[in-house]
Every structure is written in structure tokens, then in C-alpha cells.
């Protein structure tokens, strides 16, 4: 189980007790929880991906200015990692 599957799951069992143990009494909680870790970590990625070539940050940059590419990326990163949070973690 990744992350995001692991976050989903704590989100489930502090908010949503019934939902949390009807999956899990009937043995669909790993698959289902599968299925969140493989949609979130599509989602991430492509937002990754799209904010990359949107915001231009090459590896040319990479190259020239390591700390400031290092900044975006982060940035970046904390970005999609809050968008995927809010679409398909904590729903």
C-alpha cells in the first residue's frame, strides 16, 4: 500500500467509520484501496507533468540554476501533491 492509499484510509476510518468497515468486513478495502493509490498516483503524475511544461522548467534550468529548479519543483510538487488531496484523498 503506497501514500496515498494509507492516507485514504486513515481519512476513512476517522470520517467515514460505516463506509471504512463495510469495505472491510466484506474484503473489498485493499482493492479499493488499490484502486485510490493507482488513481491518485496517475493524477499526480500528470499534474506533475503538465505544471512542468507549463511553468517551463527544463532541465536546462536544471543545469544552469539547480537551487532554483529545485524551488519550482518543489513548489511543483506540493501543487499537485494538494490537488490530488482534495479530488480524490480526502472526497
Known amino acids: 500500500m503506497g501514500v496515498w492509499a494509507m492516507r ?10 460505516v463506509r471504512y468497515y463495510n ?3 466484506s ?5 479499493y484501496l488499490a484502486d485510490i493509490e493507482e488513481q491518485a498516483q496517475n493524477l499526480f503524475s500528470r499534474l506533475v507533468k503538465d505544471l512542468v511544461e507549463k511553468e517551463n522548467v527544463t532541465e536546462k ?3 544552469d540554476n539547480p537551487m532554483l529548479w529545485v524551488q519550482k519543483m518543489n513548489n ?6 494538494e490537488i490530488v ?5 480526502y472526497r
Open 27 to 31: 474484503g473489498k478495502l485493499n482493492s
Open 61 to 63: 534550468l536544471k543545469s
Open 8 to 17: 485514504h484510509k486513515r481519512y476513512l476510518k476517522q470520517n467515514h467509520k
Open 76 to 81: 511543483i510538487r506540493n501543487r499537485a501533491t
Open 23 to 25: 469495505l472491510l468486513t
Open 85 to 89: 488531496n482534495e479530488q480524490v484523498i
